[in-house]
């Protein structure tokens, strides 16, 4: 009976201590996602491990969706079950606002914006506030015999290699009348100052790279914590420690050499930028213009004011001052229409930081283009 009642006990208190090292465990699994973080994967970059183990759970809650989705051969497009504020942001085509009927109508005028977050929108939390959607008001207001239509294709991060198969498998059968690109600044920044540069992006498309779901029946292990944690750290650490690294090689970049090259800053732009951006942009122009579509070119907007925040600010202007000099001329080749928007079409309260408008930033911004393009 004693013997009996000595493992009862000592059952009961190995039960416990069990259960206490689970309640350890799970405590470690929840700090380390509470902190783990994915720069860019989901909006807001808040709980990022917390998020991920969410959405491996419930992979169709529209409101743990990531921003982007693998979408071949176009690198990747914008999440259309993506919600912002409750208000779904995207359409089918990975684009802004309303999805555009394919068939264009005679009558209808349809211009389509090409670029990137600043066309987009980055940080604008209505696709009606975005600058191509206030430019069809304003155009709308200034034609009102006109049916105008104006298409928001900006895709956040998107680079001269992915806007050229998107215009040629996507945009080229909307048949738009004109075509507004603002481009350059993602091949300029965001691409050339990583050591792992390479001219078709690759080194850049895995940061837009969707989570994948896992098979339904191991789902029940991902409720725990610990697990979760495990497979978060396993699977997305790289990408992660990966960004880190390279904000700190912008850090710590100098304007007179890259120090993982070791090389003058003239040879590398010779060697590299130069062929990436201006060859695929060359390109790019090329297509449009066999389509016989107008074409207007906007330079990549510069805060003059810069951003504390952008620690590479000097050198981005420079590169997209190189990109300026490139469209300008290829504007020529093309008979394409540059628009010279400067600093003086955007007032200091109307940027949201190095290169994004805020919604008065996009309002003037549509209204410049307005008043010059031409519509028959």
Known sequence: MVNAQHKAVKLFFSLIVFLLIVALLELTGYFILRHFTLEGKFSPNHNMGLKIRHYLIYPTDSNIQPNYLPNHPFGFIHNPLKLQNGEQQNNIFGWRGKAPAVEKPDSLFRIVCLGGSTTYGYGINHPDSTYPALLEKVLKHKYPNRRIEVINAGIEGITTFEEIPNYLFKIRYLKADAIIIKSGGNDAADNLLVSEYSPDMAHYHHHFLALPTVNPFAKPIFYSYFISSIHVYINYYYISQYEETNYILAREFKNEKYFWFKKPLEEVLKNRFYYSF??????????????????????????????????????????????????????????????????????PDEWMDICHFNEKGNRASAIFIAERISIP
């Open 278 to 347: 201006e060859h695929n942009f060359n390109t790019l122009l090329q297509e449009i213009t066999a389509d016989s579509t107008s074409i207007y070119i906007l330079p990549f907007p510069q805060n003059p004011a810069g951003d504390p925040n952008y620690l590479v600010s000097p050198m981005h202007k420079h590169l997209n001052d190189v990109n300026d000099t490139i469209m300008k001329k290829l504007c020529v080749k093309y008979s394409a229409t540059w628009l010279p928007f400067d600093n003086s079409v955007i007032k």
